[in-house]
C-alpha cells in the first residue's frame, strides 16, 4: 500500500491488494478527486482511519442498456408513485445518505471532510444529484460524479426512506443518462440491490479502458 505526498498523483490501480486498497493519505482536494477518479480511484474510509484510497478488481459497473426494471417496479411508474428532480438538493441528498443506517455498518464512510469534497465537487458542476419527493418530502436519492468526457457516472451513495424510493430514482436517472450517450455507471463495489438492477462485475482492466476511451460502445 503506498502513502500518498502532497504530489497530485496516484499509483497505478494494478498495484492494489486483493481487497482492492492502493494507497493512503494525500487530501480531498477537488484536484485529487477528479484525477482519483478518471484513474479508477476512489475513497473509502471512517473518521477512525487515514484516507483510504481504493480501485477494486473486479469492478460493478452497470451498462445502461442492461438496467432491468421489476413488475412491482414499473407498477410504481405507471401509478407515477414519485416525482424525481436533479441538482436540487445536492446537500440534503448528501447528508441523508451519511444518516442512514445500513446492515453491517457501524457509523458512515461520509465524513464531514467528504460531505465538504463533494459538496464542493457540486458547486464546480462535477458532482450530481438525484432527488425523489413523496409530495414535499426528500424520501430518497442518490450522487455521484459525472465524468463528461469519459461518458462515465461514478454513483457514490444512495438512500431510500420509503420502499423503492431509490431504485426509483435510479432508474429514471440511467435512462436519462443513456439518453446523454453515457457508457457506463461505475458501481464500484457489488452488492445485492446493484446486482438485481443490472448491475455487474467486469474485470477493473476492461473498467480502466473505457475510463481512456479506448472503448466507446457498450461492450
Not at 13 to 27: M, T, V
Not at 142 to 171: H, N, P, V, W
Request: hydrophobic share 40%.
Amino acid at each position: 500500500m503506498y502513502q500518498l505526498t502532497q504530489d497530485l498523483v496516484f499509483p497505478h490501480p494494478k498495484l492494489s491488494d486483493e481487497h482492492g486498497l492502493l494507497a493512503f493519505g494525500g487530501d480531498l482536494s477537488s484536484e485529487r478527486l477528479l484525477l482519483a477518479y478518471r484513474n479508477g480511484i476512489f475513497p473509502w474510509f471512517d473518521e477512525r482511519s487515514p484516507i483510504l484510497w481504493w480501485s477494486p478488481d473486479p469492478r460493478m459497473v452497470l451498462f445502461p442498456s442492461d438496467l432491468r426494471i421489476s413488475k412491482s417496479m414499473k407498477t410504481h411508474f405507471n401509478q407515477k408513485r414519485f416525482k424525481v428532480t436533479y441538482n436540487r438538493a445536492f446537500p440534503n441528498v448528501i447528508d441523508a445518505c451519511a444518516g442512514i443506517e445500513r446492515k453491517g455498518q457501524q457509523g458512515t464512510w461520509i465524513t464531514e471532510s467528504m460531505r465538504k469534497a463533494y459538496i464542493e465537487l457540486y458547486d464546480r458542476g462535477v458532482a450530481k444529484s438525484v432527488e425523489v419527493w413523496s409530495g414535499n418530502d426528500l424520501v430518497g436519492g442518490l450522487y455521484g460524479l459525472l465524468l463528461k468526457d469519459q461518458k462515465i457516472f461514478c454513483g457514490e451513495s444512495m438512500f431510500a426512506r420509503k420502499t423503492d424510493a431509490s431504485k426509483y430514482g435510479f432508474i429514471v436517472f440511467v435512462k436519462k443518462l443513456a439518453e446523454r450517450g453515457i457508457k457506463l455507471i461505475d458501481c464500484q463495489i457489488h452488492t445485492k440491490h446493484l446486482e438485481s438492477l443490472g448491475a455487474r462485475e467486469i474485470p477493473r482492466e476492461l473498467f480502466l479502458k473505457y475510463l481512456n476511451e479506448e472503448i466507446s460502445g457498450n461492450r
